[in-house]
């Protein structure tokens, strides 16, 4: 089974800053999909970016981008330009092509409390 | 996205009351998922329908019932619930199983 880990409970970053969000997850799988969706205080959960592991590029997002390393199994994301609207729970996703039958879904890690300073 | 919506938002509920909670997708997407979102835990997956077929249940006790009629609706059955069920319970859908899976707003659930 898969498992995904941030390490952050919370981060807090100036308005206008750039902040990293950290994530690791653990699989033997060669082939995925990794997410980080936000959930703001209307406990809406959002989608910030998707990246397919195959690809080598980082997917960006205007001011949310990526840093993906496959071998480290690390997917962190940054927010540049930091904005009072950012505040939010980040959360990193995993999930597999793999499973059989359909799919086992989102596998979650526990999120990170992102906390923006006017 | 804003496609996918749920009701009702909030709901209390005692231990030997009856309820059921409904989802509904407008994007047209094969796909609908349950999930619970207790605090201090990672979200939960408890259910997956793809194309109205059931096709993961992770060990979720029998007081949840879920329904897939129609691959635009989902419901979950709740029935002598716990008080430990209380949660935020998240539809999501997507066009197929490794598809951005988009969430509803929740159903925020107390149950005494």
């Known amino acids: 089974a898969q498992t995904v880990t941030q390490s952050q409970p919370e981060m807090s970053v100036q308005e206008a800053e750039t902040v990293t969000l950290s994530c690791t997850y653990d699989?033997?799988?060669?082939?995925?999909?990794l997410f980080w969706y936000k959930q703001p205080p209307s406990r809406q959960m959002i989608l910030v970016i998707r990246?397919?592991?195959?690809?080598?590029q980082n997917a960006t997002e205007n001011r949310f981008s990526v840093n993906f390393q496959k071998a480290a199994k690390s997917f962190s994301l940054k927010i540049s330009d930091s904005q009072l609207g950012d505040a939010a729970m980040y959360f990193c996703?995993?999930?597999?092509?793999?499973?059989?039958?359909?799919?086992?879904?989102?596998?979650f890690g526990k999120g990170t409390h992102l906390i923006i300073q006017p | 996205e804003t496609g996918v919506t749920q009701t009702p938002r909030h709901l209390v509920m005692g231990m030997t009351n009856k309820k059921s909670l409904k989802c509904e997708q407008h994007?047209?997407?094969?796909?609908m998922y349950w999930y619970k979102q207790s605090a201090k835990k990672p979200l939960e997956l408890m259910f997956v329908?793809?194309?109205?077929?059931?096709?993961e249940n992770n060990s979720v006790p029998s007081r949840f019932s879920p329904e897939c009629p129609n691959s635009s609706h989902l419901f979950l059955h709740l029935h002598t619930l716990q008080p430990e069920d209380s949660a935020l319970y998240l539809c999501?859908?997507?066009?197929?199983?490794?598809?951005?899976?988009?969430f509803g707003p929740g159903t925020r659930l107390t149950v005494l």
């Open positions: 999501a859908s997507s066009r197929g199983t490794t598809d951005t899976q988009y």
């Open positions: 329908y793809n194309f109205k077929e059931q096709t």
């Open positions: 990246q397919e592991a195959y690809k080598q």
């Open positions: 996703a995993y999930l597999s092509p793999y499973s059989g039958g359909g799919a086992d879904g989102l596998t």
């Open positions: 699989t033997s799988e060669s082939d995925y999909y």
């Open positions: 994007l047209g997407h094969n796909a």
